[in-house]
């Protein structure tokens, strides 16, 4: 098995808090979270007319979950343009939806703790099924004012030309 176990002595799996999503080229500013990626395949039951007391297993139509970003609000407006290409509100009869760009890909990136890219996503023809632009607004909280995008999708692959790092070993001065 040629390019397994490159780092055969790593024994931690990757953490969760070192992520990048990208579309239209671009890394997009601030994401601090990103939902997860799920397919769910539906069973699909049958059994055979000689055979009436047990039933067969097969897989049938396969669903991808919607996957929810979040970030700090900031002055960056990609989100709420992507938004926009779904329902532009006041943009005037036959201009409200986008229709030629309302979709991208995205790319979701994990790293390890060193900062190395270690696993990459590519995620198809996404688009914004619900935008929450600010969140509740409360004076007497201290949090930060959070932004959402919920995204629909037409499912997900791994891209295998990333290659797993191979992570050194940082020694002292001498």
């Known amino acids: 098995m040629a390019g397994f176990n490159v780092n055969a002595r790593r024994f931690d799996p990757y953490k969760n808090f070192k992520f990048r999503v990208k579309w239209d080229g671009k890394y997009v500013a601030g994401v601090s979270k990103v939902g997860a990626l799920k397919r769910t395949t539906e069973v699909v039951e049958h059994r055979e007319g000689g055979d009436p007391s047990s039933s067969r297993k097969s897989p049938g139509r396969s669903k991808y979950e919607a996957i929810t970003l979040e970030r700090g609000v900031t002055h960056d407006p990609e989100f709420e ?64 004012a959070i932004q959402t995008l919920k995204l629909e999708n037409e499912g997900w692959e791994r891209d295998y030309v990333v ?12």
Do not use: H, M
């Open 81 to 144: 343009r992507w938004a926009n290409k779904v329902w532009n509100y006041g943009s005037g009869l036959g201009a409200e939806v986008s229709l030629k760009d309302f979709r991208k890909d995205i790319i979701i990136e994990l790293y390890n703790e060193a900062g190395q890219l270690a696993i990459s996503y590519k995620v198809y023809r996404c688009w914004v099924s619900e935008f929450q632009s600010l969140p509740e607004l409360d004076a007497n909280a201290n949090a930060v």
């Open 163 to 174: 290659p797993e790092p191979t992570e050194k070993n940082y020694t002292e001065p001498s």
